[in-house]
T-cell receptor, first 120, second 116 residues
Framework: DARVTQTPRDKVTEMGQEVTMRCQPILGHNTVFWYRQTMMQGLELLAYFRNRAPLDDSGMPKDRFSAEMPDATLATLKIQPSEPRDSAVYFC??????????????????FGEGSRLTVL | AQTVTQSQPEMSVQEAETVTLSCTYDTSESDYYLFWYKQPPSRQMILVIR??????QNATENRFSVNFQKAAKSFSLKISDSQLGDAAMYFC?????????????FGKGTRLSVIA
C-alpha cells in the first residue's frame, strides 16, 4: 500500500536547536509539497518541488527554514535555529503533475501523517 | 491567487442525520479540481471526495456527496446517515488543473461533531 512516510512523528526541542523533518514520497510521484498547520493560520504552503527542483518556497521564512530533495526518495525540511512560533504540524504531500481535462491524473495529493513540532 | 472560504468553523449533527458543509472559492481559471479532505484526531489527511470542474455531474462516494455549482463557485459537502466516525475537521481544497505541478489551496476548515 503506497503511502507518504514522514519522520519524526513528534518532536519536542529547545529554542535555538536545529530540527530536520524528513519525507519519503510515494514512488513515482514527481511533486513534493511541504505544508504547515497551525490553529491560527490553518494549512499553509511552505515549499514545493517538481522532479527534485524547487518551484516555490515563498511561503517559507528564508532566514531559518530550508527545504531540499537530495534524491527522488527523500525530501527534507530544516529549521535552524528553531523558535517557539515554529511549533506546528508539518505535512509532506506528494502527487503527480496535473494534466489538461481528460488526462488520467486525478489531481489528488497524498499526505503523510505529519510531524508535530513543539519548540520550548 | 485562488482562495477557498469555509464559513462554518464548527458544525454538529445527530447520529444518522444529514449535514451539509459549505465551501466557496474564488478563481479566474476554468479548469480545476476541488476536494474535501477529512482530518480526524489522528491528524491524518484523508481524501473524502473529489470533483473535476469540467464535469457537471456531482461526485458521490457512498454517504458523501457534493453540490458543485461552478457559476456560483460553490462546493458543498453533504454527509448522509452521519456516523460517530465522521467527527473530524473537514477541509475544502482547490487545485488548478493547469498543466504542471500546482499546490492545493485549503480553506480554514470546519470542525464537525457527531452527537450520539
Amino acid at each position: 500500500d503506497a503511502r507518504v512516510t514522514q519522520t519524526p512523528r513528534d518532536k519536542v526541542t529547545e529554542m535555538g536547536q536545529e530540527v530536520t523533518m524528513r519525507c519519503q514520497p510515494i514512488l513515482g510521484h514527481n511533486t513534493v509539497f511541504w505544508y504547515r498547520q497551525t490553529m491560527m493560520q490553518g494549512l499553509e504552503l511552505l515549499a514545493y518541488f517538481r522532479n527534485r527542483a524547487p518551484l516555490d518556497d515563498s511561503g517559507m521564512p528564508k532566514d531559518r527554514f530550508s527545504a531540499e530533495m537530495p534524491d527522488a526518495t527523500l525530501a527534507t525540511l530544516k529549521i535552524q535555529p528553531s523558535e517557539p512560533r515554529d511549533s506546528a504540524v508539518y505535512f509532506c504531500a506528494s502527487g503527480s503533475r496535473t494534466s489538461w481535462t481528460g488526462g488520467a491524473d486525478t489531481g489528488e495529493l497524498f499526505f503523510g501523517e505529519g510531524s508535530r513540532l513543539t519548540v520550548l | 491567487a485562488q482562495t477557498v472560504t469555509q464559513s462554518q468553523p464548527e458544525m454538529s449533527v445527530q447520529e444518522a442525520e444529514t449535514v451539509t458543509l459549505s465551501c466557496t472559492y474564488d478563481t479566474s481559471e476554468s479548469d480545476y479540481y476541488l476536494f474535501w479532505y477529512k482530518q480526524p484526531p489522528s491528524r491524518q489527511m484523508i481524501l473524502v471526495i473529489r470533483q473535476e470542474a469540467y464535469k457537471q455531474q456531482n461526485a458521490t462516494e457512498n454517504r458523501f456527496s457534493v453540490n458543485f455549482q461552478k457559476a456560483a463557485k460553490s462546493f458543498s459537502l453533504k454527509i448522509s446517515d452521519s456516523q460517530l466516525g465522521d467527527a473530524a475537521m473537514y477541509f475544502c481544497a482547490y487545485r488548478s488543473a493547469f498543466p504542471g505541478n500546482t499546490p492545493l489551496v485549503f480553506g480554514k476548515g470546519t470542525r464537525l461533531s457527531v452527537i450520539a
